[in-house]
């Protein structure tokens, strides 16, 4: 092996994703009546009353912000008023690993949940993820996972964590010894990429949601494009594009470029993944500060279009998705947490520029993941861990 500072090496890739979970009594202001009747009674004498409509706006806001961080949960925004929107979610078949129980992670009983959620380059101009795909979520050799992030919920459902693993990282991948991480999805789909990220963190994963290039872009143009602060000017390098220093109102086709881009990057792929979270961080505060949640028609056309666009495994409900949304209608934006898993360095393989993980404290931050300690292991690693911050190149 020799030492390599950065990855340089051509590539295609995509954008971000998302999904989630539940509360127990299904009760929304913890009085314990969960009464939907009790909101129904006296409609149609007047306007709704304060503490209703001030509820409403409290749900739709959180379970679009939520959606828009992991994918799924807007969906039960509308719980009583359209099933549909649920139904139109494209699902995987055969998503996970057939291996016996024993050969997986174990669960961990009251330790909250965690997804996979998968950034496809798919290599076509057909959609291949959400309800009109034309081509298939997974085609050996035809598709490579560019984005991968690990997003844990915890149990009292008060904050969620979402840590990304470059796509470079050098993991072994099960039957076919080490290699870059994003060559599990192209190998075996998602049952090998869960896999292999089971295998590399002994986490077990509950679910995992999918999204391709042309669903990242759609997705975007259907709020309106987002605001995007790009801190310094980055030149113009190779096939990488000039991005002025300021604030970038970006569609769906820059917001792309900006998400997949990597090689004007001091850090390459390492800044690509902060890129990402970046993203979806603006994405959800443009939901949540838009005309989008108190206007009906972009609203359903938000969740239409997030419906079209995304794949979720088939073990995922329509009464999980809506489970999902309204379990984190409490979460605030300052409980959701991007961070990078623990880096290593850079290296060469077989000419391949690779990402190196640093093992060690990986463990101990999959091990906080595996037993819902994440906010006790931010507050013990505020200064090492590679948390998302306001300067993102």
């Known amino acids: 092996m020799t030492s390599k500072g950065r990855d340089d090496g051509p590539e295609e890739d995509t954008g971000p994703l ?17 009464s939907a009747a009790a909101d129904e009674a006296g409609e149609g004498a007047g306007a709704a009353p304060p503490r209703r409509r001030r509820r409403a706006r ?45 050969e997986q992670p174990s669960a961990v009983p009251h330790s909250g949940q965690t997804f996979l959620l998968v950034g496809l380059d798919a290599r076509s101009d057909a959609p291949t993820t ?61 049952a090998l990429m869960i896999q292999t990220v089971q295998d590399l963190t002994r986490i077990r994963i509950d679910h995992i949601a999918v999204i391709d290039w042309n669903g990242f872009r759609a997705l975007t143009d259907a709020v309106g494009g987002v605001d995007i602060t790009i801190p310094r000017t980055i030149e113009a390098k190779g096939d990488a594009r000039e991005w002025l220093a300021g604030t970038h109102h970006m569609d769906g086709a820059e917001a792309l470029l900006y998400v997949r881009e990597r090689h004007g ?18 994405l959800m505060i443009k939901t949540m500060s838009s005309g989008t949640l108190s206007s009906p028609s972009k609203l359903t056309g938000l969740l239409g279009t997030i419906g079209d666009v995304a794949s979720v495994d088939d073990r995922l409900s329509n009464t999980d998705l809506y489970d999902l949304a309204w379990s984190l209608r409490d979460v605030r934006p300052d409980n959701v947490h991007f961070m990078n898993a623990p880096f290593g360095g850079f290296d060469t393989v077989d000419g391949q520029a690779v990402v190196l993980m640093d093992d060690g404290a990986a463990g101990v931050l999959w091990d906080a993941m595996r037993t819902d300690r994440m906010d006790a292991y931010l507050a013990d690693h505020r200064t090492s861990t590679d948390t998302l911050g306001e300067d993102v190149s």
């Open 130 to 190: 959400g309800k009109d795909a034309k081509a298939p979520a997974w085609q050996a050799g035809a598709q490579r996972s560019d984005t991968m992030m690990l997003m844990h919920i915890s149990a009292d459902r008060k904050s969620v964590s979402l840590v990304s693993i470059p796509r470079d990282t050098w993991v072994p991948v099960p039957g076919h010894g080490r290699a870059k991480i994003n060559a599990a999805y192209s190998w075996g789909g998602p």
């Open 265 to 282: 990057l001091p850090n390459g792929d390492l800044d690509r993944t902060k890129r990402q979270q970046n993203f979806l961080r603006a």
């Open 18 to 34: 998302s999904i989630f979970d539940r509360d127990e009594d299904g009760d929304e202001d913890g009085d314990g009546d969960g």
């Open 58 to 102: 409290r749900l739709l806001a959180w379970t679009l912000a939520v959606l828009l961080v992991l994918f799924g949960g807007a969906f039960g925004a509308v719980l009583w008023v359209a099933d549909h929107y649920a139904s139109s979610v494209r699902r995987i078949p055969d998503a996970f690993p057939t291996l016996p129980a024993s």
